[in-house]
């Protein structure tokens, strides 16, 4: 639901975020940080003069980046789905005598000082120890092209504190995307007070809470569960169709639990999720995508947590049944 970076969707694959790196390597700052990690004999000096290429077409195949001097030509194959293995023209041993380029056989051709071929990979990638067994069968055969393994978590580590806005919203997109749990400040502060364990256990019952009721009013609609920093909660469909979002959800520094639908789903779901409610008692939140949201009442959850249940469960019941009638509805319309 909510996105905590501006390359949210943008950045999402191994095609995008290569070129969302390509394109941040032509920054000096970023550039300076990320060269020394894949062409560690270059000079800062001459990391001006490296001239950076995407999804470059040669007779060995297509690397991700090229990064190229007047003595120096490195490949650069980006790995982002642990489970992705390689392409023949990656492997480093075993087309010897075969009529295949590959890059390393493309890289011994060249008339340069430096050659290397760097692989970039997720450090939790499967195929990394069967990799490493090929570098080192690589290193006792007389060739002088360094193969090397750089991971993100290494680019991430050396561009973090580089305050520029689109660096850190870079740095935003990459740990969600490996799944790095980090505290900010403000998050660590909040782990001191005394009250701490109180708001935890609190929470920890909330979420026990959404996971009891949503899995209640089921009754044959796909349910999806998704938890991230500012969201935990459930999606409810019928067939492919999204009727409402229920949950826990960050909203202006407070955890509401709440009902919601996304201005982004069909317009007649939006509209009948209003109709259910007061119309004073709706907000509209987010920021590149907006909901409605309907705010389940402080003073159920200040009750008896059983009784908050069985409201909150009759609510959603009947939310579901309304939303799902009205799609009925508007199905019987349209014949």
Not at 84 to 102: A, N, P, S, V, Y
Not at 139 to 152: A, F, H
Not at 256 to 264: P, Q, T
Request: with cysteine; glycine share 4%.
């Amino acid at each position: 639901m909510g996105r905590d970076s501006v390359f949210h969707k943008l950045a999402k694959d191994e095609n995008s975020f290569t070129e969302l790196l390509c394109n941040l390597l032509m920054r000096g700052s970023f550039r300076a940080q990320v060269l020394p990690l894949v062409i560690p004999e270059l000079s800062a000096a001459s990391f001006a003069e490296v001239q950076i290429s995407t999804q470059e077409i040669l007779d060995c195949g297509r690397p991700d980046i090229v990064l190229r001097t007047d003595d120096m030509c490195a490949f650069i194959e980006v790995k982002l789905n642990p489970r992705r293995g390689f392409t023949i023209h990656q492997e480093l041993i075993g087309c010897d005598g075969k009529d295949i380029q590959t890059y390393v056989s493309h890289l011994e051709a060249l008339k340069v000082r430096h050659r290397r071929l760097v692989f970039l990979l997720p450090a939790d990638f499967i195929f990394s120890d069967e990799l490493e067994s090929q570098i080192s069968q690589k290193k006792r055969s007389p060739t002088d092209i360094r193969v090397e393994i750089c991971r993100w978590e290494d680019v991430l580590n050396a561009v973090q504190l580089n305050d520029e806005p689109i660096v850190q919203e870079f740095c935003t997109v990459l740990r969600q995307q490996l799944g790095i749990v980090t505290l900010s400040p403000e998050e660590k502060r909040m782990l001191m007070p005394e009250d701490f364990p109180i708001a935890f256990r609190a929470t920890r019952k909330l979420e026990k809470l959404v996971d009891q009721i949503a899995t209640s009013c089921k009754d044959g609609l796909k349910s999806i569960k998704e938890s991230t920093e500012c969201e935990y909660g459930v999606y409810f469909k019928a067939g492919n169709r999204y009727l409402v979002w229920f949950g826990l959800w960050e909203v202006n520094r407070r955890v509401l639990l709440s009902y919601a639908v996304s201005h982004k789903w069909d317009s007649c779901t939006l509209e009948a999720f209003r109709r259910c409610f007061p119309c004073e008692e709706l907000q509209e939140v987010g920021s590149d995508e907006k909901w409605t949201m309907y705010q389940i009442s402080d003073q159920i959850l200040a009750g008896d947590i059983t009784v908050a249940g069985a409201q909150i469960k009759d609510k959603l019941n009947r939310l579901l049944h309304e939303l799902r009638g009205n799609r009925a509805a508007n199905a019987n319309a349209s014949l």
